[in-house]
């Protein structure tokens, strides 16, 4: 990606000119490929690890790898919205997760597998925080609900969609085809690209701190790897890598903080964090996020392990709710635009709350409806909440600090996530062995009855941070653009 001074006089020559629709068509059809490869992929690690003859510890790295990526990459993606444009980010981006999808799909081996799947997270690691900088660069503050709400659809639509159209491709067709389906989308998206994509966004020469990218990526890749770990397999919070993942990531993170506020031009600016509306904001975010993946991760098990539902429908049950979310998403932006956050937001984290309350209710020989219902309405709350507050938090920063925001906001999404599936995994764990704690061999019906009381006490956690959820939305007021403090 090389920069060249006529290319930067041009940026502002071509703002009168752009055209937004095309321009997010082609920015969201990015994304959506690009998110859609997050959970495409697990339904189909029983058939690589039988291709390729691994164990689970190892073909987990296809998704532990890809988030880990995706953590250490987009903390740094402020510096690359600053120094690059617009149009080299998207097609650098997208000609990697090209490569990386055809390398995939090709792979002789589990190990250029895994390449072709770090590729991949390395262009989504670009793609996911230059949609929203571009968002905030070209639409006006009155009308970004329904952009926002638009990233919404993408992003909650595409992993919805993942694990059936993957479920379906893997029972009729080899793995590989999940990489080479992706494969003529991506190639038409970096046309599109090519073709009508303009630089929409200022560009500059920072320089970049080598000391600081190397502390941001041992502070979140530490923090991101070690509860990802911890949340898979027989790891713990107790277990040595686990425990040195955490600590290492925390002290370079406070490490790379104190950094950032000692320099005069910082890597990842953190004053962002003087605007109490991006604040509260991005805790609400945080919060949904750990409630929202937990969920995700315990709840299929819980019904396939305690309500006897088999995989295929405990995947259509879950459907609905994200097809939902998605669709709601542009709804609660226009919303958005027209009243503000206050009216979706807190009326959206009492319905979560309730929602999750309920699910502590939830026991064998519960009707499906009943879960299909819970989780439904789990999702329209979620719409309710996620877009609202990152777009009100985001309103709020001065113009020179959205590649800042943008990227804070991403990665802590990332890293909130992959804190939540641990501590609710841990949590419904615990629960189960301090149930069977002295059953030596359990009946299958005491199996599921722990899982059941495992289960209802990660319910009650989520209970509990959905109840923070609504203190927070309480605080909340519609935001204006400040100046810079």
């Given at each position: ?390 777009t009100n938090g985001l309103n709020q920063l001065p113009t020179k600090l959205y ?83």
């Amino acid at each position: 990606m090389d920069v060249s001074q006529p290319e930067q006089m041009n940026v502002k020559k071509d703002m009168p000119e752009i055209k937004v629709v095309p321009l997010l068509a082609v920015l969201l059809s990015g994304a959506f490929v690009a998110i859609l490869n997050e959970t495409i992929l697990n339904v189909a690690l029983n058939a690589i690890m039988s291709d390729f003859n691994v164990a689970s510890s190892t073909v987990q790295w296809l998704v532990t790898g890809y988030m880990l990526i995706i953590g250490t990459l987009i903390p740094i993606s402020a510096y690359f919205m600053q120094r690059f444009t617009t149009r080299q980010l998207f097609i650098t981006a997208m000609s990697l997760f090209t490569l990386g999808t055809l390398i995939a799909g090709l792979s002789p081996t589990f190990s250029i597998l895994l390449v072709g799947r770090l590729t991949q997270a390395v262009a989504t690691a670009i793609m996911i925080p230059l949609l929203t900088n571009v968002i905030l660069s070209v639409i006006p503050i009155e009308r970004r609900g329904a952009a926002m709400g638009m990233v919404g659809l993408v992003i909650m639509f595409a992993p919805a969609i993942g694990p059936t159209v993957s479920g379906l491709i893997v029972e009729n067709l080899s793995w590989r085809w999940l990489f080479y389906v992706v494969i003529p989308i991506s190639i038409f998206s970096l046309l599109f690209g090519i073709k009508i994509l303009k630089n929409v966004t200022e560009v500059s020469k920072p320089k970049l701190d080598i000391l600081s990218f190397i502390l941001s990526t041992l502070g979140f890749g530490g923090i991101v790897y070690g509860f990802s770990a911890a949340g898979k397999g027989d790891a713990s919070f107790t277990d040595p890598v686990v425990f040195t993942c955490l600590i290492v990531g925390f002290v370079s993170l406070g490490l790379f903080s104190w950094r950032q506020l000692k320099m005069d031009k910082p890597m990842l600016d953190i004053r962002v964090f003087k605007y109490p509306m991006f604040l509260v904001g991005l805790l609400l975010i945080m919060l949904v996020m750990m409630t929202m993946f937990a969920m995700m991760l315990v709840l299929p098990m819980y019904m396939q392990g305690a309500l006897a539902f088999t995989a295929i429908a405990t995947g259509l049950v879950m459907l609905p709710g994200g097809l939902i979310n998605g669709a709601m998403s542009p709804i609660m932006g226009r919303i958005f635009d027209k009243v503000g956050p206050r009216p979706i937001i807190i009326p959206g984290t009492i319905l979560l709350a309730v929602t999750v309350f309920t699910y502590r209710f939830s026991t064998p020989g519960v009707p499906m409806w009943v879960i299909i219902i819970q989780h439904a309405l789990l999702m329209i709350s979620v719409a309710m909440i996620m877009m609202p507050s990152q777009t009100n938090g985001l309103n709020q920063l001065p113009t020179k600090l959205y590649p800042h925001g943008t990227a804070i906001a991403s990665t802590l999404m990332q890293v909130s996530g992959a804190i939540g599936a641990a501590l609710f995994i841990a949590i419904m764990e615990n629960g189960q062995q301090n149930y069977l704690d002295g059953i030596s061999s359990p009946t299958a019906e005491q199996t599921r009855e722990a899982l059941t009381v495992g289960s209802q006490q990660s319910f009650s956690t989520g209970f509990y941070f959905a109840c923070a959820a609504v203190i927070l939305a309480l605080l909340v007021r519609r935001s204006k653009q400040e100046k810079l403090k």
